[in-house]
Nanobody, 121 residues
Framework: QVRLVESGGGLVQAGGSLGLSCVAS????????LGWYRQAPGNQRELVAV???????NYLGSVKGRFTISRDNAKNTVTLQRNSLQPEDTAVYYC???????????????WGQGTQVTVSS
C-alpha cells in the first residue's frame, strides 16, 4: 500500500502565507514526479505545481512568483510554500505522486485525501 498524507491547510487572510506538506509512505521503490493540484467549488481540478525527480519545476501561471514547490527525496516529502495568498486561491489542495512500487514496474498516480485552504478577503 502507498499513502500520501497532506498537512498544513487552514484559514488565512489575503496576503498571508501558508505551507503545505505531503508525505508518501508504504512500499515504494521510487517517486517520480510530485505535484499539487487544487479544486475550487464548481471548478475542475487543476495542476498548481509539479516537480520532477530531477528537480525541474512547472507552475500554474497565476501562482508563478508566489508559490514554490520543493521536495526532499530522503524523506519522501513534497512541500508547497504559498505566499501572497488571494481569495481565488481558496480550494481543496491535493498532493499527487507518480510512484514506482518496485524495480521495473510502471509508475502509477497516487493521490492524497485533500486539504482545505480558505483565504479570506
Amino acid at each position: 500500500q502507498v499513502r500520501l498524507v497532506e498537512s498544513g491547510g487552514g484559514l488565512v487572510q489575503a496576503g498571508g502565507s501558508l505551507g503545505l506538506s505531503c508525505v508518501a509512505s508504504g512500499m515504494l521503490f521510487s517517486i517520480n514526479a510530485l505535484g499539487w493540484y487544487r479544486q475550487a467549488p464548481g471548478n475542475q481540478r487543476e495542476l498548481v505545481a509539479v516537480i520532477t525527480s530531477g528537480g525541474s519545476t512547472n507552475y500554474l501561471g497565476s501562482v508563478k512568483g508566489r508559490f514554490t514547490i520543493s521536495r526532499d527525496n530522503a524523506k519522501n516529502t513534497v512541500t508547497l510554500q504559498r505566499n501572497s495568498l488571494q481569495p481565488e486561491d481558496t480550494a481543496v489542495y491535493y498532493c499527487n505522486a507518480v510512484i514506482t512500487r518496485w524495480a521495473g514496474a510502471p509508475g502509477y498516480n497516487y493521490w492524497g485525501q485533500g486539504t482545505q485552504v480558505t483565504v479570506s478577503s
